[in-house]
């Protein structure tokens, strides 16, 4: 069956330091990937889009790669900030109109 | 533009009693998707309007759920006899008509269903 994979525990980082968040999948060819981020009791907010035939993207502190051997999506923030706390979901695209979430990855950044 | 507006904000409802929620998407898009979500996990695709068709339904959305876009605007998602088993947060979402480009959430309509 097709899956998404995010790490299911919390993050927990010192103020500072890069976090790493990872997406696995199975039994999908994504054309694109995104993560977005999702604060309590709010919608998800976009934060990145990756395509297949890209391997990587920055935006400000914020770095996506995309593997589509390893069927993996690997997100990281630098120097973060206790700001950054948050849920971080990563959604697949095949294509059309249908974009797929995982569970999300909590992330706790502390001062 | 204020981005996609969802209301209410929170619904909470007796078992067996319909609901009726109304999304707002952003005005230049023809996309329209909503969404559920329970505590801990990701947004589960329910429903995709292109313009004022829907072209998909989740197997997820049984026959107590109907969703309506009627002038290609406004979508409204109705669920008939409430279940407890329905209390989830109901995210609307829209875009441009582009497969590569990213949805605008609302803030979600929470429902508790007593």
């Known amino acids: 069956s097709q899956k998404i994979e995010q790490n299911s525990e919390a993050l927990n980082i010192q103020e500072g330091k890069t976090a790493t968040l990872t997406c696995n999948y199975t039994n999908y060819s994504p054309a694109y990937l995104q993560w977005y981020r999702q604060d309590p009791g709010r919608g998800p907010v976009f934060l990145l889009l990756i395509r297949e035939n890209e391997k990587e993207k920055r935006k400000e502190r914020l770095k996506v790669t995309f593997d589509t051997t390893l069927k993996q999506s690997l997100f990281h923030i630098t120097a973060s900030q206790p700001a950054d706390s948050a849920t971080y979901l990563c959604a697949l695209n095949t294509g059309g109109f249908k974009t797929i979430f995982g569970a999300g990855t909590r992330l706790f950044v502390k001062a | 533009d204020t981005g996609v507006s969802q209301d209410p904000r929170h619904k909470i409802t007796k078992r067996g009693q319909n609901v009726t929620f109304r999304c707002d998407p952003i005005s230049e898009h023809n996309r329209l998707y909503w969404y559920r979500q329970t505590l801990g996990q990701g947004p589960e695709f329910l429903t995709y309007f292109q313009n004022e068709a829907q072209l998909e339904k989740s197997r997820l959305l049984s026959d107590r759920f109907s969703a309506e876009r009627p002038k290609g605007s406004f979508s409204t998602l109705e669920i008939q006899r409430t279940e407890q088993g329905d209390s989830a947060m109901y995210l609307c979402?829209?875009?441009?008509?582009?497969?590569?480009?990213?949805?605008?959430f609302g803030q979600g309509t929470r429902l508790t269903v007593v």
């Open positions: 979402a829209s875009s441009h008509d582009r497969a590569d480009t990213e949805a605008f």
